[in-house]
């Protein structure tokens, strides 16, 4: 972003060029991939063609002006279908474009369009039966998971069909699909962004994440669209690292050495690697199982679900199912 951002004011090519090349390679890549739901090619031109103006008559919108973005199709962007990664209507579930899209506008951003979800964004594998499962860009010839929900937001970034992508993260919507696609995600801190104009999986829950080519251009992304300066580098040597027991156990092997390889790396350039115990975590086990589903019922409403279940990807239905029946003193005890 930061040479994107250098090369465009210097005159080194314009917004509506490298618009042109991210669209093409979307024609070109996109029928294997699949990660886009809707592709606004017109809307991303024109949006661009403008910026490219604005800039010429010295109008400077910022670091994302001109950077051309896709977004996760459970959020509201004007002019655009909003599928939630559904056969299902919910369409006065989310009418209009949030004040987090809206932002995006401000600050220059160019969306190419909308990215593929897993239905109702609940899911982890990036799965989804309706509308299509990604194909995750790392291995060509074999259909790979490319985790969820933001499952094409993930394989857009991964992949070069946008400089970077926006996503949801409820139990780790951002976070999975980043780590199964090998793109940086951050998950932001709950309320951080408002959240209307998104679909509302789980409100006590649900956060706006990015999905980058790197910590840098998240370092950049997070403070022009939380006006805010970028923060600067700083060392390893000093930081604390916390590993936790919950998340380290029953690993496969070659995860295992993956992972173990990279806190080497860490404690080699001077962070310090501090075993912890932290038993809050296993209480996702029966946390999610029993909110989500209770959740996603509440949204829908019990009559919209059961009247639509048959249309529904048949995992995110037998999940949703569950919230049929979970009790109101489990649910405010979880």
């Given at each position: 972003?930061?040479?994107?951002?250098?090369?465009?004011?210097?005159?080194?090519?314009?917004?509506?060029?490298?618009?042109a090349?991210?669209l093409?390679?979307?024609?070109?890549?996109d029928?294997?991939?699949g990660?886009f739901?809707?592709v606004?090619?017109?809307?991303a031109?024109?949006?661009?063609?403008?910026?490219?103006?604005?800039?010429?008559?010295?109008?400077?919108?910022?670091?994302?002006?001109?950077?051309?973005?896709?977004?996760?199709?459970?959020?509201?962007?004007?002019?655009?279908p909003?599928?939630h990664?559904?056969k299902?209507?919910?369409?006065d579930?989310?009418?209009?474009?949030?004040?987090?899209?809206?932002k995006?506008?401000?600050?220059?951003c160019?969306?190419?369009?909308k990215?593929?979800?897993?239905?109702?964004?609940?899911?982890?594998?990036?799965?989804?039966?309706?509308?299509?499962?990604?194909?995750?860009?790392w291995?060509?010839?074999?259909?790979?998971?490319?985790?969820?929900?933001?499952?094409?937001?993930?394989?857009?970034?991964?992949?070069?069909?946008?400089?970077?992508?926006?996503?949801?993260?409820?139990?780790?919507?951002?976070?999975?699909?980043?780590?199964?696609c090998?793109?940086?995600?951050?998950?932001?801190?709950?309320g951080?962004?408002?959240?209307?104009?998104?679909?509302?999986?789980?409100?006590?829950l649900?956060?706006?994440?990015?999905?980058?080519?790197?910590?840098?251009?998240?370092a950049?992304?997070?403070a022009?669209?939380?006006d805010?300066?970028?923060?600067?580098?700083?060392?390893?040597?000093?930081l604390?690292?916390?590993?936790?027991?919950?998340?380290?156990?029953?690993?496969?092997?070659?995860?295992?050495v993956?992972?173990?390889?990279?806190?080497d790396?860490l404690?080699?350039a001077?962070?310090?690697?501090?075993?912890?115990?932290?038993?809050?975590a296993?209480?996702?086990e029966?946390?999610?199982?029993?909110?989500?589903?209770?959740?996603l019922?509440?949204?829908?409403?019990?009559?919209?679900y059961?009247?639509?279940?048959?249309?529904m990807?048949?995992?995110v239905s037998?999940?949703?199912?569950?919230?049929?029946?979970?009790l109101?003193?489990?649910?405010?005890?979880?």
């Amino acid at each position: 972003l930061a040479e994107f951002g250098t090369g465009l004011r210097r005159g080194d090519f314009t917004a509506e060029g490298v618009t042109a090349a991210y669209l093409a390679r979307i024609e070109a890549l996109d029928p294997q991939l699949g990660a886009f739901e809707f592709v606004a090619g017109e809307a991303a031109l024109a949006s661009a063609r403008a910026l490219d103006r604005l800039l010429a008559a010295g109008t400077d919108l910022g670091p994302l002006m001109g950077v051309s973005v896709a977004v996760k199709d459970i959020f509201a962007v004007d002019g655009m279908p909003t599928r939630h990664g559904s056969k299902v209507d919910v369409s006065d579930l989310v009418r209009d474009q949030g004040r987090f899209v809206d932002k995006m506008k401000q600050s220059g951003c160019v969306i190419l369009g909308k990215t593929k979800t897993v239905e109702f964004a609940l899911g982890a594998l990036g799965t989804n039966a309706v509308r299509g499962t990604p194909h995750n860009p790392w291995d060509a010839a074999t259909a790979r998971a490319p985790g969820g929900s933001s499952s094409g937001s993930a394989v857009a970034v991964a992949a070069g069909l946008c400089a970077f992508a926006i996503g949801s993260d409820t139990g780790g919507s951002v976070r999975l699909p980043s780590a199964f696609c090998g793109t940086f995600g951050i998950k932001t801190t709950h309320g951080l962004w408002p959240t209307d104009g998104v679909f509302p999986l789980a409100p006590h829950l649900d956060c706006i994440g990015l999905l980058t080519r790197s910590a840098a251009d998240a370092a950049i992304a997070f403070a022009a669209l939380s006006d805010l300066p970028p923060p600067q580098r700083c060392s390893v040597d000093g930081l604390r690292f916390g590993r936790p027991d919950y998340f380290f156990e029953n690993l496969d092997l070659e995860v295992d050495v993956a992972v173990s390889t990279a806190l080497d790396a860490l404690a080699a350039a001077g962070a310090e690697i501090i075993p912890l115990s932290l038993p809050e975590a296993a209480e996702r086990e029966t946390f999610f199982p029993n909110v989500l589903p209770a959740e996603l019922i509440a949204a829908l409403g019990r009559e919209r679900y059961l009247s639509n279940k048959d249309i529904m990807d048949p995992v995110v239905s037998a999940r949703a199912e569950k919230g049929l029946e979970v009790l109101a003193s489990d649910y405010l005890r979880a």
